[in-house]
């Protein structure tokens, strides 16, 4: 189970760290831009700036979370080994439910 594990875990890691970088870049070179159109820094650091998310942030983790629990229980019913494609196929699934419930959720509370 762990020799399957490290790739993923790397994947994932050099991908945040990818996308951390090309944030990092993409954020200056904005604020440069802008500061270079003659923006005062006030309306820099106010488009720059990024919203607060909140509980929003903690919905949306809860129902992943919550959803892939929900799933690792569903394996141990299942007439299938834990460690058979189709286990990691139900959590990725689950997952993804919890993703669509907090989208349909935070488009709910939006519209209010």
Same mark, same amino acid.
């Given at each position: 189970?762990? @020799? ?5 875990? =790397?994947?994932?890691? *050099?991908?945040?760290?990818? %996308? $951390?970088?090309?944030? &990092? #870049? ?25 919203? @607060? ?5 903690? =919905?949306?983790?809860? *129902?992943?979370?919550?959803? %892939? $629990?929900?799933?690792? &229980? #569903? ?38």
């Amino acid at each position: 189970m762990f @020799d399957q594990l490290v790739p993923i875990v =790397l994947f994932v890691s *050099l991908a945040v760290a990818s %996308i $951390g970088i090309t944030r &990092i #870049v993409s954020d200056g070179r904005t604020r440069r831009k802008l500061i270079e159109a003659g923006a005062t820094p006030e309306q820099v650091q106010a488009i720059s700036a990024r919203p @607060d998310p909140g509980l929003a942030d903690a =919905l949306k983790w809860g *129902l992943v979370i919550g959803a %892939i $629990g929900l799933a690792l &229980i #569903v394996i141990q019913f299942i007439p299938y080994r834990p460690d058979e494609p189709i286990s990691f196929g139900l959590v990725l699934v689950f997952g993804a439910g919890g993703l669509l419930a907090y989208y349909s959720t935070a488009r709910r509370l939006a519209d209010r």
